[in-house]
């Protein structure tokens, strides 16, 4: 049985007293990080955004099944921001998919409180789709006109999932509409509840899949867009007292300054992507049926499926206790990514004259991005920027020289690491 099958579809079933407990600690989570991203000079800002947009589109390509480069989509947000890698041009040229990857979400961000349109979401997906797996052959930019299921399994033995609401083009329509309506009153704004909202539209939005792929991949790039906009509220309710509707009181320009992503999220999903798989058939439903439309035996139905369910599909508190528990999970991660842009800013300012290859500003970069005092290695070294062993050896000696790194270590363990972080807290 299906959550659309029930009674209570599209809202499901919430009871928000036994959730006041987990929404007070998430909250003493994200707060501070809104305030702390109040005191960041614009480049700082643009650094950490930078730097948190990678680690969530690394982590939301990966849970569909695309592989992006970190380093790759840094440099691809760094060039979109406008920020230096150092003094030239980035090392490498980018993939085609990280700079559409790029673009999408900064997009997704910057208008978040700009009226979301059933177009906009379409051109996304459009512009996405071909580097999602199995994407040939599909409708992209449209809603689908079929059925949907999820299904998983190998070597010949297939599992039904989840199987979604609406069967053709007019029955979907009808379930997009009802949601669309439910976003126009509900999205986060200053006069609602808004992580609960968020954390519920986002459940609608997986429940309906109104995709023929990609569904995941959209829907997280919504609920990043929610998310943007309960920091920028957050934002301004710190600045003094706030009231109307922000979208319509700012202009463009001030809502660019506005959204911004304040804190990651994804990449702690992505580490319990097993955890996320049997929440959503616990909220969405277990299938009674195989992919082949018979009915499974009750031993391979428990094998595949596990026992039987004992509540009904539509449970909302638990799908809120969840990601509340991953958003404090990336909001403690996000706190470390405060001090690391600081700590870099300071770094650049110390060698903003201190003349640097393409491959030492790689290193300095990701040095900065793992933020530990392990340093790298000159073989790591060699390996991270693709060089030979006699230039990897010249252009560490070269950054020891300067001052930008430090080395730790005697002969082949020799080690090499940015002395900004040494003896730091």
Same mark, same amino acid.
């Given at each position: ?8 579809? #599209? ?14 600690? !998430? ?43 970190? %380093? $790759? ?7 979109? @921001? ?7 041009? *980035? ?7 990280? &700079?559409?990857?790029?673009?999408? !979400? ?28 199995? *994407? ?37 329509? &009808?379930?997009?509409? =009802?949601?669309? %309506?439910?976003?126009?009153? &509900? +999205? ?21 899949? #109104? ?29 003094? &007292? ?9 202009? +463009? ?13 994804? %990449? ?22 195989? $992919?082949? =439309? ?57 060698? /903003?004259?201190? #003349? ?36 990897? /050896?010249?252009?560490?000696?070269? @950054? ?26």
């Amino acid at each position: 049985m299906w959550i659309w099958q029930q009674s209570d579809w #599209p809202r499901g079933r919430l009871t928000i007293m036994p959730l006041l407990g987990e929404l007070a600690a !998430t909250q003493a989570v994200m707060s501070p990080l809104v305030a702390q991203g109040q005191h960041l000079y614009p480049r700082q800002r643009l650094r950490l955004e930078a730097t948190l947009l990678s680690e969530e589109m690394e982590a939301s390509a990966q849970l569909s099944g695309v592989v992006l480069g970190r %380093a $790759a989509l840094r440099d691809a947000l760094y060039q979109a @921001l406008g920020l230096e890698t150092g003094q030239q041009e *980035s090392p490498r040229g980018l993939a085609p998919g990280v &700079e559409v990857f790029a673009d999408v !979400t900064l997009e997704v961000v910057r208008t978040a409180f700009q009226p979301l349109q059933q177009e906009q979401v379409l051109e996304w997906h459009r512009r996405l789709g071909p580097f999602l797996p199995r *994407s040939s052959g599909q409708r992209l930019g449209e809603w689908r006109a079929a059925s949907y299921e999820a299904i998983s399994g190998r070597y010949g033995i297939k599992r039904l999932r989840y199987r979604a609401p609406a069967n053709t083009t007019e029955e979907l329509a &009808e379930e997009l509409a =009802g949601f669309w %309506a439910r976003l126009a009153s &509900e +999205e986060p704004d200053v006069d609602n509840s808004g992580v609960l909202n968020a954390l519920q539209l986002h459940a609608h939005w997986q429940a309906l899949s #109104p995709l023929a792929l990609g569904n995941g991949l959209i829907g997280r790039l919504l609920l990043m867009r929610w998310l943007t906009r309960i920091d920028a509220l957050g934002a301004l309710q710190q600045q003094g &007292e706030w009231s109307g509707k922000v979208g319509e009181q700012l202009g +463009e320009e001030a809502l660019e300054q506005l959204c911004w992503r304040r804190q990651s999220l994804f %990449a702690v999903v992505l580490e319990q992507q097993d955890a996320l798989r049997e929440l959503e058939q616990h909220c969405f439903g277990k299938p009674e049926e195989s $992919a082949s =439309g018979r009915q499974l035996p009750p031993m391979l139905d428990r094998a595949l499926n596990g026992e039987a369910v004992e509540t009904l599909p539509g449970d909302m508190n638990v799908w809120v206790q969840w990601w509340l528990t991953r958003l404090r999970e990336g909001g403690r991660c996000t706190s470390f990514h405060y001090q690391r842009v600081q700590r870099a800013e300071r770094l650049w300012l110390e060698h /903003a004259r201190t #003349p640097l290859n393409t491959r030492q500003r790689e290193l300095v970069l990701t040095l900065l991005e793992r933020d530990d005092e392990e340093g790298v290695g000159r073989a790591e070294y060699r390996a991270l920027v693709t060089t030979s062993d006699p230039t990897a /050896a010249r252009d560490l000696a070269d @950054l020891t020289a300067k001052q930008v790194l430090e080395s730790y270590g005697v002969g082949r363990g020799t080690r090499y690491r940015l002395p900004v972080f040494t003896g730091q807290g």
